[in-house]
């Protein structure tokens, strides 16, 4: 099979996870079920979905990591602001933290407490699998977010990002802007190489660069913080003195990557963030900047997690599918932002 032929069938794959996440906010945002016609002359009443109607009150316990950069911030207010829009949920907050032993106590306390489900980013996926499941067992449906649980019995449903297929968005632009040109010279700057989600970005950029004949020249790890990325971009503007195109892969790093660029005084090259700040996109909208598109990672996550957990616990369905309940995993699209539709992705954007 050729490395196009599977390129063309990862595309049609993401399509159909872009359908999903589609279809997720369709049957759950919708806080006013379109009207029927009455009038006329007596057609056929179209079915409409009340899952927005007020039910139950669910109470849903909220857990995640510490909002030490721009992107985890998001989530958690993003998770605060959904949960608004409905008057029958009630959610808890537990103090976000980078400390597992108490966000493992932090979920003990909703199970104490007995909530009617538990929305969970956690730390480390593989450290809360343990408590995850024990809330599972005690009949509170779990709703994990971003990071996966080791097991599958840890979990009703889960909301991913798709790490893969940001590599695939960024790798597929840059052979978009430089395809023609087999002397290109990317660079790639990643973040935590240890992490699996680092390594899936990676994977995905070297195998959609493939696709038109491309290669990553020169790769470079940074951290996910600011001091990080700028160090890692110095580092790789002084190894390599002529680059074409630089793949940043979060944008809270990439605010030190600007910075490190501006010292260097480079701007041969354009470079693509990852996760989608409004930051980077300010930079894409202006037209003056080497940063010429970022690829989303969603920062909705969790607050799709909460409209999830109310479906769940009210024994309701997101209402555009046909099957009987709430999927186990909806993994949502990862989108190139670009000057041509940046007005589009700015207004939600978060700020680094």
């Known amino acids: 099979m050729s490395a196009r032929t599977t390129l063309r069938r990862r595309a ?11 279809l997720l906010a369709t049957a759950c ?16 009443a179209q079915a409409v979905s009340d899952n927005d109607a007020p039910g139950d009150t669910v109470v849903i316990g909220f857990s995640a990591p510490a909002a030490d ?3 985890m911030g998001a989530i958690t207010a993003a998770a605060r602001a959904e949960a608004e829009n409905y008057d029958d949920v009630e959610l808890r907050v537990a103090e976000g933290t980078n400390d597992v032993n108490l966000q493992i106590s932090q979920i003990q306390g909703f199970i104490n407490d007995g909530v009617d489900a538990i929305v969970l980013l956690p730390f480390d996926g593989a450290a809360l699998t343990e408590i995850a499941t024990e809330a599972m067992d005690a009949g509170i449906p779990v709703i994990n977010v971003d990071r996966e649980f080791s097991s599958p019995f840890a979990a009703r449903a889960t909301v991913l990002g798709d790490n893969y297929g940001m590599g695939v968005s960024a790798g597929t632009y840059v052979c978009e802007q430089v395809g023609d040109n087999p002397d290109a010279v990317v660079a790639e700057i990643a973040g935590i190489d240890s ?43 002084q ?23 501006e010292n260097a005084g480079r ?29 989303i990672y969603p920062a909705t996550q969790a607050a799709d997690g909460i409209k999830l957990a109310r479906l769940v616990v009210q024994e309701k369905n997101m209402s555009d599918l046909s099957s ?8 949502l699209y990862a989108p190139v932002v670009t000057s041509d539709n940046v007005a589009q992705f700015l207004p939600n954007a978060f700020e680094s």
């Open 12 to 22: 049609a794959a993401a399509t159909v996870i872009a359908a999903t996440a589609a």
């Open 29 to 44: 945002t919708s806080n006013t079920p379109p009207p029927s016609d009455d009038e006329g002359d007596g057609g056929t």
């Open 69 to 71: 950069h721009g992107w």
């Open 195 to 237: 992490l699996p989600l680092t390594q899936d970005r990676s994977q995905g950029f070297a195998d959609a660069l493939d696709d038109c004949g491309l290669d990553v020249d020169r790769r470079v790890a940074a951290d996910f913080t600011v001091a990080g990325g700028e160090q890692a971009a110095a580092n790789l503007l």
């Open 239 to 261: 190894a390599e003195p002529q680059i074409d195109a630089i793949w940043n892969h979060d944008d809270d790093q990439g605010i030190g990557v600007l910075a490190a660029i």
């Open 267 to 295: 701007d041969e090259f354009f470079l693509v963030g990852g996760a989608g700040s409004a930051n980077m996109m300010r930079e894409i909208e202006a037209g003056d900047s080497v940063v010429r598109a970022t690829v």
């Open 324 to 331: 009987s309940s709430v999927p186990r995993t909806v993994q």
